[in-house]
């Protein structure tokens, strides 16, 4: 009876649209009584004389070969952690084990950025000066000389990358945003290299397992230090040229998607419209309410224009109250001067003319 169950009701399943088919599983069995016993499975039909059960559930998709293999591996794991506790207390850096190849994993580490690296260089950049202590220490508890340790940190790497990446991002900002002032540039490029941006980048392209350093995994100043130590190691090995390519795809591209307008945080955007509206000839510039709905509510809702001296309206802004709504019209009027309005045209990301030779740019049209 319980094959010929299980047949009917997989026959009226239907086929889901991934291509497999949703499995019932039922086990029929009788109440409990005194020398029949149960059927062991996870989804039960009991039959009753009161009535009757049926659970359903979806395949997992896990075939018995697979959950084999799972159930002998999750074994040896349980087996390992009893034997081997302090092995899973922590995590190991890759550089620990003894099967570990760290030539072979910087040259596949300068290959998927495709680049070349100077083997020293590579190595020195992606060298904290905790592991230099560490190893320090090792050898003098084994009662080595440590005058013998030729390695060198990162330092001064990471300085000559963190001064090459402000530069560079600071003229292709200048070449790609002309219209905005050196204030916001100076915000966009200090966004670009704040730890935060620089950890995730360096995070993303593998950094984690081949850092040198005492902590593992590595805290966000060593991510930060070694990835500009890595473009300080790269313009002296293939120079300044590759170095600018590698900052402009790698930082300058995270803007991709992003409202510059929200990076640069402006304290009084209605002073500043002002003084750049007398620079443009606008000046005099007037803040009117176009529409607002909910006056004396906690639903109040505000549209402020802004109109220039020829009475057109060259920005609107909405806000809960008068003030905001005005602020945010200054904001919407400022964007106008800048030519930072959503949908702004793409950035110009060809790297064999950035950032010296910048071909005449898509921007231009529009000016």
Known sequence: ???????????IVPVSPYGSRMLASFAVGAQSREGVPHHEGRLQQRISGAGTSV???????????????????????KKEMFVNPERFAKPFPRYSFVDWNYKSELYAFGKRLSEEFDDALL???????????????????????????????????????????????????QKE????????????????????????????????????????????????RSFLAVIGALQKSSGNERAEKFVIDFLASLLCGKDINEIWNIDRPWH????????????????????EAGRNTIHAVYVVGVYDKDKQ???????????????????????????TKEPMPPFEFQSANIPYKLVPHVRNIHK
């Open 313 to 339: 309206l060259i920005g609107k802004g909405i806000g809960e109250t008068l003030d905001i709504a005005q602020e945010m019209a200054a904001r919407d009027v400022l964007k106008q001067f800048f030519n």
């Open 177 to 224: 945003l002309p219209l905005f002032p050196e204030e916001g540039h100076t915000a966009l490029v200090k966004f670009l290299t704040s730890q935060q941006t620089l950890t995730e980048m360096a995070s993303n392209l593998g950094f984690r397992d081949i850092i040198l350093c005492e902590e593992y995994p590595p805290s966000d100043e060593t991510y930060t």
């Open 272 to 291: 500043m419209m002002v003084e750049l509206a007398k620079q443009k000839g606008v000046y005099p510039v007037e803040p009117r309410i176009i529409r």
């Open 1 to 11: 009876m319980i094959h010929s169950l299980r047949r009917a009701v997989l026959a």
């Open 123 to 173: 190595r020195e950049a992606l060298t904290d000066q905790s592991y230099i202590n560490k190893e320090r220490t090792k050898q003098e508890e084994l009662g080595i000389d440590t005058t013998l340790l030729e390695i060198r940190n990162n330092q001064e790497l990471s300085e000559l990358g963190a001064q090459l990446a402000r530069e560079v991002l600071s003229r292709f900002f």
């Open 55 to 77: 659970f359903v559930v979806p395949h997992r998709n896990v075939s018995q070969y697979e959950r084999k293999y799972r159930e002998v591996m999750n074994a040896r794991r």
